[in-house]
């Protein structure tokens, strides 16, 4: 069992910049794919992005690419996406879950967080 919990959601204006965090429980953490997605109200929750066990592969949805990066530390079992130029669209509950492989479903993945809310103000 992989426990995840993410940190860092807040408020920031539109064109600003935010930073979300997943911790996870797992001492084989770098064994993981490790993924976000997010769900607005009234919203299905979509894909946002991914990235390998090793860190060497990242994926991204064509709607945050060039502007989200996903890393991860696995020294510290903790994946990261920092957000730039943020749109009032990006307003969501921000996921992140662990899988085996890259996948860009969620259903795919075993394991999720809580979330943790990210609003735009315009």
């Known amino acids: 069992q992989v426990h995840l919990v993410e940190s860092g959601g807040g408020l920031v204006q539109a064109g600003g910049s935010l930073t979300v965090a997943c911790a996870a429980s797992?001492?084989?953490?770098?064994?993981?794919?490790m993924g976000w997605f997010r769900q607005a109200p009234g919203k299905e929750r979509e894909f946002v992005a991914a990235?390998?066990?090793?860190?060497?592969?990242?994926v991204y949805a064509n709607s945050v690419k060039g502007r989200f990066t996903i890393s991860r530390d696995n020294a510290k079992n903790t994946v990261y996406l920092q957000m730039n130029s943020l749109k009032p669209e990006d307003t969501a509950l921000y996921y992140c879950?662990?899988?085996?492989?890259?996948?860009?479903?969620?259903?795919?993945?075993?394991?999720w967080g809580q979330g943790t809310q990210v609003t735009v103000s315009s």
């Open positions: 879950a662990a899988n085996s492989i890259v996948r860009t479903t969620g259903r795919s993945y075993d394991y």
């Open positions: 990235i390998s066990g090793s860190g060497g592969y990242t």
């Open positions: 797992e001492r084989r953490f770098s064994s993981y794919a």
